[in-house]
């Protein structure tokens, strides 16, 4: 049990009733930093030598962090020391508990898109508060928070402005938030601002067992659309089918524009929701039917290439879009509307979140790899 506390380090004794001394270690990573006499179960003495004490507020002072110094493969990505941030007067010092692992880390990491080196990956998160600047009210130490923010959060702690904190509802693990938030929200705005479903509509969702697609079926159902999406396996097929999928099609055994379009007796769908990019998009807007809505949200295989308007004219006046989530957040008041509605389904269990799997830091280059490998059948976390 704790016989010292402070907010840097913590001391543990063994319980004994002996009379000996016993060591003092600290509880996060087990370093002895001294020993306490015990007599007869009670403490009697204390000796800590001043070099474990000032170790072990250093250690605090420093966090591991994913950082790159130059684009490229995983490679570049290494686990490194740096200090714990500072909060400013209108921040707040998070301790990480879980990360996401999106693909937009890795557009960051190759260089697709362009970010000032060195830098800390990482954009969503969620975790405790530990610190707050002098300028902020709405938050205190041990709130449990969720952030989506332009990088750093590959990394023990991460500071944030207070504007980009929403706090987690009691029902939600800090877990499931960081699984849900990021594309969580994704697909939230997907369904209900880029295009916004109706009930009766039909719509295409491809890779229906990741992370956004299995969400953005589930917010589809709940708004009432006929979802067709794609997979690449039998036993992802069985996941989007328990997710409310009215119709799977395994994209590597039959050409998914044709089977869209014998699904919808040839009328093709009200809108696309293609994450896929590159190997999709064309056959993507073959599916789209007229005054129908293409909505290209990401670039999971390559990014698309310039597209001729006149392509859109001859498919039946269709709308294309290429939008960014950070664009549906542009205020608080939007982040906390599109949050409140997306946590709220979570609480109810008309969403159900999927982790599909855990990494430390130390392991970022296989999460990566296993990210971008399309065998995910549900959000990639890193955990500190």
Not at 308 to 326: D, E, F
Request: hydrophobic share 40%; charged share 20%.
């Amino acid at each position: 049990r704790p016989f010292v506390r402070s907010s840097t380090f913590r001391l543990f004794a063994a319980v004994g009733s002996s009379r000996r001394w016993v060591s003092v270690r600290r509880r996060a990573s087990g370093v002895c930093l001294g020993s306490i006499w015990r007599s007869g179960g009670v403490e009697c003495g204390v000796k800590v030598s001043r070099r474990s004490v000032t170790c072990a507020a250093r250690a605090e002072s420093e966090m591991k962090a994913v950082r790159i110094e130059e684009n490229g493969g995983v490679d570049v990505m290494n686990v490194v020391d740096l200090p714990v941030p500072e909060v400013g007067q209108d921040e707040l010092l998070v301790k990480i508990v879980a990360g996401g692992v999106n693909f937009v880390d890795t557009y960051h990491r190759s260089g697709l898109y362009a970010v000032k080196l060195p830098f800390v990956l990482g954009k969503e998160a969620a975790g405790t508060v530990v610190k707050t600047g002098s300028g902020v009210e709405e938050f205190k130490e041990d709130d449990r928070v969720v952030f989506f923010i332009g990088g750093g959060c590959y990394a023990e702690y991460v500071c944030i402005d207070k504007s980009q904190a929403v706090r987690v509802p009691e029902k939600v693990s800090l877990k499931d938030a960081a699984a849900a938030y990021l594309q969580g929200l994704t697909a939230h705005y997907l369904a209900t601002g880029s295009y916004k479903i109706s009930k009766g509509d039909t719509v295409l969702v491809h890779a229906g067992a990741g992370g956004t697609g299995g969400i953005l079926i589930q917010i589809a159902k709940i708004l009432g659309a006929n979802v067709i999406t794609t997979v690449g396996t039998a036993d992802k097929a069985e996941i989007v089918k328990k997710l409310g999928a009215d119709h799977v099609i395994l994209y590597k055994e039959q050409n998914f524009h044709e089977a869209v379009m014998k699904l919808t007796d040839g009328k093709g769908v009200h809108c696309v929701y293609d994450g896929v990019g590159a190997a999709t998009w064309e056959d993507s807007l073959k599916c789209v039917q007229m005054l129908g809505t293409l909505v290209l949200f990401g670039n999971a295989s390559g990014a698309v290439p310039p597209i001729n308007p006149l392509r859109l004219t001859k498919q039946g006046s269709v709308t294309l879009i290429r939008p960014s989530l950070a664009h549906y957040i542009a205020t608080s008041e939007a982040l906390q509307k599109r949050t409140s509605e997306l946590f709220g389904w979570i609480e109810d269990g008309s969403v159900v979140i999927r982790i599909g799997r855990e990494f430390p830091l130390a392991e970022v280059r296989d999460a990566h790899n296993y990210l971008t490998s399309r065998q995910s059948t549900g959000k990639i976390l890193l955990v500190p």
